[in-house]
T-cell receptor, first 113, second 115 residues
Framework: DTEVTQTPKHLVMGMTNKKSLKCEQH?????MYWYKQKAKKPPELMFV???????INESVPSRFSPECPNSSLLNLHLHALQPEDSALYLC????????????FGPGTRLLVL | AQKVTQAQTEISVVEKEDVTLDCVYE???????LFWYKQPPSGELVFLIR??????QNEISGRYSWNFQKSTSSFNFTITASQVVDSAVYFC????????????FGSGTRLLVRP
């Protein structure tokens, strides 16, 4: 089973709102990722958690705040976003660090008004 | 510099045609991994294949086949007898053997299979 789930599927929020994206996997993977994908572009890495610790932040603005409550869950807290933050947000997981395959969830389509 | 080039932005074929998606990569590393992912309109990236730099054997999985050639730094993907369900964006990606976790994606090739 290589399933990564994400909720919600779609999210519309205003620039003053606070919302959260949720990602879950039950494959026993110890690395989890957040990617941002704009239309007609490849995904761009935002954050990496390895063994529940933040190991990579790709210079993401502080209005995006990741959280890894446990090894199966990954959240992305959103606050004071801009319209240009509208995108597909993809979560992925892999067995560990290194070359292991990253398995992606279906994504959350975010629209910031 | 690490780079993946998918020169074909969009390909349109009629169902049952064979189609090849090109992927050319650049890296100075001797050890690396290459991936192909499929992204249908629903948005999820679906893993198709992983290949390490020491394994140049071609691979076939049903209607899908992959041709890895280190001499030309290419990792091409062929779909035989294409079907409408193959319509998607296909990404080729390179993964270095370092701690960056980064997948370096190509720009993607949009495949449209017409009935």
């Amino acid at each position: 089973d290589t399933e990564v789930t994400q909720t919600p599927k779609h999210l519309v929020m205003g620039m003053t709102n606070k919302k959260s994206l949720k990602c879950e996997q039950h494959m026993g993977h110890r690395a989890m990722y957040w990617y941002k994908q704009k239309a007609k572009k490849p995904p761009e890495l935002m954050f990496v958690y390895s063994y529940e610790k933040l190991s990579i932040n790709e210079s993401v603005p502080s209005r995006f705040s990741p959280e890894c409550p446990n090894s199966s869950l990954l959240n992305l807290h959103l606050h004071a976003l801009q319209p240009e933050d509208s995108a597909l947000y993809l979560c992925a997981s892999s067995q560990g660090q290194g070359w292991q395959t990253q398995y992606f969830g279906p994504g959350t389509r975010l629209l910031v008004l | 510099a690490q780079k993946v080039t998918q020169a074909q932005t969009e390909i349109s074929v009629v169902e049952k045609e064979d189609v090849t998606l090109d992927c050319v990569y650049e890296t100075r590393d001797t050890t690396y991994y290459l991936f192909w992912y499929k992204q249908p309109p629903s948005g999820e990236l679906v893993f198709l294949i992983r290949r390490n730099s020491f394994d140049e054997q071609n691979e076939i999985s049903g209607r899908y086949s992959w041709n890895f050639q280190k001499s030309t730094s290419s990792f091409n993907f062929t779909i035989t007898a294409s079907q409408v369900v193959d319509s998607a964006v296909y990404f080729c990606a390179l993964r270095r053997m370092d701690s960056s976790y980064k997948l370096i994606f190509g720009s993607g090739t949009r495949l449209l299979v017409r009935p």
